[in-house]
């Protein structure tokens, strides 16, 4: 099921001003999806690109090298763990046992074993993770780097996508271009920086939607009221065009930026019948859904593989909104400073396995693989050697990511870690590099980069094509 929201706040009349006021002026139709439309409305050439749209799964918490696609089986067992190890598809690259299905892919996807970034605090990392810079990120104890936080990555190939027409084929159906699955990105219960637009502006901004294991997809930025249902939208727009041919308009309502055009299409084209089957996961097999694995994570994937098969070109699966895990207060996040060989057993190893899986499967069943880069990454790694609380502390200096999909080749590893996976033993590759990528899979040139402002810092991965 679709679920919009339920706010409670009413007068005498049925809707109160602050709720009405809330829907016009919300990030999304107030300014984002409703300008969206209007740029689209100019209607140009898209960029060009193997890689029609991405999927960014952001593994948040940062997940051990050692423990998924850099195992060590040869390290003294304080390093490599109680796991053991099994062969890939591709010769002579093992992964951790708990990985089966991801293994049997391996001729899908490239493994990169020699990620480092710039710091072990989760919301820096973060920052530079999801931007491919340093500038803006604010540390837990709540000190900013200096400069102006530059946009996501999503929200650069928002910004080419839109500058070239926001267009990815005739008849797409003008969905937002950068969409994430999942609620903003918090360590310690505080908001870290660089998921949006940045110096970009809130323009590109991501559109937000959640899945609820109970209720199904929701839409933060849709926080109808109970007696404002989707079925009574076009008769408030009536009531509207009628006020407005009487002069009759309110001057408070005059003010909000919600009664034009492009507004009233985008709240009707979110709240649309069609709009609203797109984000039903019901409307697939059980079968499907029980590949993907009844998990939050896994019906995101799913989610996700909807929306790009919607022709969205950007698309980001946050695996949880905090770093802890459920019992540190939080909500299954990858940062197990104790008993993370339990948690990767039980739960973090055989979700990832299932879901990533099932989408790699799904998108080259369906024809899509090759048009969608699908990248696998965390913020950061886990320390190789294992603490007295049997768990891994934070680790900038090695980590892996894994992109298969929008004309990567599959059954390669670029880079390799020592042999106790503590630092690049080859190819070093930072988080500037992986953006730099992405943008060149999506079509993004170097002189358009530069002409939009947007010009990463990294340079391709070339060993990945």
């Known amino acids: 099921m679709l679920f919009l929201g339920r706010q409670r706040q009413r007068t005498c009349s049925g809707l109160s001003r602050r709720s009405f006021l809330q829907i016009g002026g919300s990030t999304i139709l107030g300014l984002t999806l409703a300008d969206l439309l209007r740029l689209r409305a100019s209607g140009a050439t898209p960029a060009s690109g193997s890689a029609k749209s991405v999927i960014l799964l952001w593994l948040w918490g940062g997940p051990s090298q050692l423990d998924t696609f850099d195992p060590k089986p040869n390290a003294p067992i304080e390093y490599r763990g109680p796991f053991s190890t099994i062969p890939t598809k591709t010769t002579g690259v093992r992964v951790t046992e708990f990985f089966p299905k991801i293994a049997a892919l391996s001729d899908q996807f490239t493994l990169i074993r020699s990620m480092n970034t710039q710091s072990n605090d989760h919301g820096v990392a973060g920052t530079i993770g999801l931007t491919g810079s340093m500038t803006g990120a604010v540390n837990l104890g709540g000190t900013m780097s200096g400069g102006a936080v530059r946009p996501a990555t999503g929200a650069i190939v928002a910004k080419a996508r839109l500058a070239s027409g926001g267009s990815n084929a005739p008849g797409d159906n003008k969905l937002p271009p950068f969409m994430v699955i999942g609620g903003k990105l918090h360590q310690g219960k505080k908001a870290i920086t660089g998921e949006g637009g940045g110096t970009l502006g809130p323009l590109y901004d991501p559109f937000r939607l959640e899945y609820d294991p109970l209720k199904g997809t929701k839409i933060p930025g849709l926080q109808l009221t109970s007696d404002l249902t989707p079925d009574r939208l076009q008769d408030r727009k009536q009531l509207m065009s009628e006020f407005e041919k009487l002069g009759q308009l309110p001057d408070h309502l005059r003010s909000v930026q919600a009664i034009d055009e492009y507004r009233w299409q985008a709240f009707s084209m979110l709240t649309a019948p069609e709009a609203r089957k797109m984000f039903d ?132 590893v670029v880079g390799s870690s020592n042999a106790k996976a503590e630092f690049p033993h080859d190819r070093p590759v930072t988080p500037a590099d992986l953006a730099a990528t992405i943008h060149h899979c999506a079509g993004i040139t170097t002189e358009q980069a530069v002409i939009l402002g947007i010009a990463p810092g990294g340079k391709v991965v070339e060993e990945l094509f």
Not at 316 to 344: C, K, L, P, T
Not at 351 to 374: H, M, P, Y
């Open 281 to 412: 996961l019901s409307q697939e097999s059980q079968t499907t859904i029980d590949r993907y694995g009844r998990t939050r994570f896994g019906q995101s994937c799913l989610l996700a593989r909807r929306l790009v098969e919607n022709r969205v070109p950007f698309v980001q699966v946050n695996w949880s909104d905090h770093v802890e895990a459920e019992e540190d207060s939080g909500d299954g996040g990858w940062d197990h400073h104790y008993r993370n060989f339990q948690i990767m057993q039980d739960r973090h190893a055989p979700w990832l396995d299932q879901a990533l899986s099932a989408l790699l499967i799904d998108l080259k069943e369906r024809g899509l693989l090759s048009s969608t880069l699908v990248v696998a990454v965390g913020e950061f790694g886990r320390s190789p050697k294992i603490n007295d609380k049997a768990g891994r502390e934070h680790w900038e200096k090695c980590y892996c990511s894994l992109l298969a999909g929008g004309g990567v080749a599959g059954g390669r």
